[in-house]
């Protein structure tokens, strides 16, 4: 969708250095940016490019406003500002509203005028999709779901029964919400299979990545808060809390009964075990594992950084006997 | 469903204190039960729950007993108990028998009268589907495949060719069995495929969470045996064994050819080289990483636990010359 | 398909030390192969299994001829000769052509004429499928895709829109290219989404394993080079380049905007953070966590090697005040 220059600094508040009427018809790189494009720089090791992009406009802030040799935007956050404009530049598109011929929708389902259903999609009994909700191809929706309005399953996401989705969520393919949690009982050896009678609660606003899955409780429901982003490949167990506003980034997995805080920032491949509490803000590096409750907001990392492995190998035969080397630590000392 | 308490106590094997006709309707949390409700206690971490619950009766130790203000059922073991009062109340709902009209049934696989096919489910050549069995929507099954009696696909399961699995297992959304094995040769700088003619054999009882991956066997077959519980997101190389009665959790790998024990415990997202093996009975807890065969049964762990961020900077730098503060150790007690 | 002991020398370029004219049907292991099939040797391991094997040739180096008790073929690598034997015995099966009458193939869309197009297929509009190749059952594709000749996608893969995947590729099942990106802006404690508008080119010859993802770029493509091969549940963020040749391991993430290299060898569940670069020839262990960037070829590590727990749990008690056990270190050096 093409905009001017000047309804995109109105839209994304920034201060114009240009030709209000300049016309923007996509976002790009600074490197790969053309006219007619906007591009944006938030990050000083790219200044040599910003320096010889091409790009019609960058947004940008104020002090690298002489290096920019062409059209600015002026913004204090350029990442906000690009992310607003490249909402603008491309909007959603519109769905034709209907329900394919080769879907399978159960006869006491609500599928709102509005909603588009893709093929292959199989809709259970007394399940409710949302006004202007997409449910695209090969999607699985199970009994008693609730699809709020506005909310896209892109293609082959499976949802089972009982679970309650909000507005305005996105999930993407290969998404499983509401499979039964990890509950098995050890009888004298053999593992007894302890039914799963939660549902799983997901608020508005909330983004889910590919081939993500999230388990229904035991008894209690499993609760992703509003406005929560899950990348890819993430695992939640049954009966886990995210808090509202929370980014958990790609491979984390949460084990069971876990409470995460709100605005919290998961990196990847973090893990968590179960039975804990994480506080509100506290933000993990990626690959930390989490083995107690963290009561604090903060940063926290536990990860061993890539090393020559000759070296590593070194290092972690020395880990192996690490304690003692402290004892001994403490004889030396006690001695000089 | 609903029960008495006399007849979850007969099925517990508990000792019932209270009303052997009191209706029981449903389990739930020691907060969130209510008058027809069961509960069990078995964290005394949760003790100020027990003391204020609103359940119509609980699942307890003897030890217990005099801190539970309604009525009680006293067993030796209150998680199993309460897995068996579970499944008693929430037994698996009976399914209607037939082949959905959307179903692709290749004419030469045999459905039991007493399967039920979904919608959109593929079946191949010659595959079999056991009696009872349940092949949700979406799932796609291979040629040559075996599904056992009562085993139940939930949906949007690929099932690839010649795999057989056995009787009353639980296959998840989005789980894929018998996929090819990472078998590549390097042939002067590229990769030659390496055809993966084995198969995977599943046992019976076994239960596959969502998104977890098994591959097919290079040239013997992958095999999972008997009553294996595994998690959501695991992935299982080719021609790797799991001993009878292990339980796997969420985010585990096991690279080709390892042989796990039996009854083992591999906690989450531990992650297990290719080629060696592991005893029965070993527990691995989250995140451990095994690169060399465990030949004892017991417990073995090496993640590094979270810690704040600016002293865990300094520590991961510390690590990097742990050989060399050892070595330094050393020369000082010599010289002591 | 059986083949002549002569035919597979020839094509494997071996010598041959047996009746050219003996007939095989199977390659299988050293403990398993009876008459008629052929194995390989390529672990000195396993040499009490070459010493008693029923096979009818074994596939071996010169050196180990004197132990074969039975035909043999004489290569320099036997890992190599196995996979071309192996390749020559069991050819991709020939598929029929041909669309399935249970597929949604959008009018737009072109599929070659020697293409086959399972059931429960979605192809979305302007998209062209290669020639001979094979989109399986419960395959979803976008609009705007292209498949290159000879491709196949196992099924229950998911092709989001605009994808680019090239000649000879093979796809398994749980598969998703394409999903966007986690591109998000902090805007005042709320996640603003960002769309991404790249894409992600696939080149030829690669082989992505089960339910591993690939997401299209924000605004660049993300690019996966020709001869990559990636093994299951592996996530690659967006705007992710994964030079030619390099293999990827299960498990492993690779977050946004990082470049690996060509002919990298990534071991299982390493992790690799965004906006780093890892040269060429790189090989990392497997569970390695990469935070900066590695510039020189070499092998790398960081994973701490499974360890008895009570031993682990001291030893990470120690960790956390291992920079301190290097101050004390370094004070005590002063005074002696």
């Known amino acids: 969708m093409t905009r001017t220059l000047g309804e995109i600094a109105g839209h994304i508040h920034a201060e114009l250095h240009g030709d209000p009427r300049c016309e923007i018809g996509s976002i790009d790189t600074l490197e790969n940016a053309r006219a ?4 944006f720089f938030s990050n000083r090791r790219y200044l040599h490019l910003l320096k010889t992009t091409r790009a019609s406009a960058v947004i940008l802030k104020a002090d690298d406003l002489a290096a920019c040799p062409v059209q600015a935007l002026v913004v ?7 992310a607003r404009a490249a909402r603008l530049l491309y909007p959603d598109a519109p769905h ?9 929708i159960h006869s006491s389902a609500k599928v709102s005028a509005g909603a588009r259903v893709g093929p292959f999609v199989s809709v259970g009994s007394n399940t409710v999709i949302g006004e202007n909700a997409w449910i695209g191809p090969g999607c699985i929706l199970g009994k008693d779901v609730m699809i709020g309005a506005d909310t ?4 082959s996401v499976v949802i089972c029964h009982g679970v309650v989705i909000g507005k305005r969520c996105i999930l993407h393919p290969g998404v499983v919400i509401g499979a039964d949690g990890f509950g098995i009982a050890n009888d004298n050896g053999t593992w007894l299979k302890i039914p799963q ?3 799983v609660i997901i608020g508005d606003d909330v983004e889910i ?6 388990d229904r409780g035991a008894l209690d429901n499993t609760v992703i808060e509003d406005g929560v982003k899950i990348d890819n490949q993430v695992q939640i167990g049954h009966n886990v809390r995210v808090g509202a506003h929370t ?26 075990s179960g039975h804990l509490e994480i506080a509100d803000d506290v933000t993990l590096m990626a690959m930390t594992g989490v083995a107690n409750s963290i009561r604090e907001p903060g940063v926290y990392a536990s990860a061993i950084p890539a090393m020559d492995a000759r070296i590593w190998r070194k290092n972690a035969v020395s880990f ?7 004892a001994r630590l403490n004889r030396l000392e006690s001695k000089s």
């Open 36 to 39: 007619g494009a906007i591009s």
């Open 76 to 82: 204090d956050n350029p990442y906000l500002g690009y």
């Open 152 to 155: 896209r399953l892109i293609a």
């Open 96 to 104: 034709a509203p209907g329900i394919h011929p080769q879907a399978d």
């Open 247 to 272: 980014a958990i980034a790609g491979c984390v997995g949460i084990a069971g009964s876990a409470k995460i805080g709100k605005r919290c920032l998961i990196g990847g491949a973090a893990g968590i």
């Open 197 to 199: 009678v939660g549902g």
């Open 320 to 326: 192996k006997h690490l304690h003692k080397l402290a």
């Open 209 to 214: 990545g590919a081939n993500t899955s999230i």
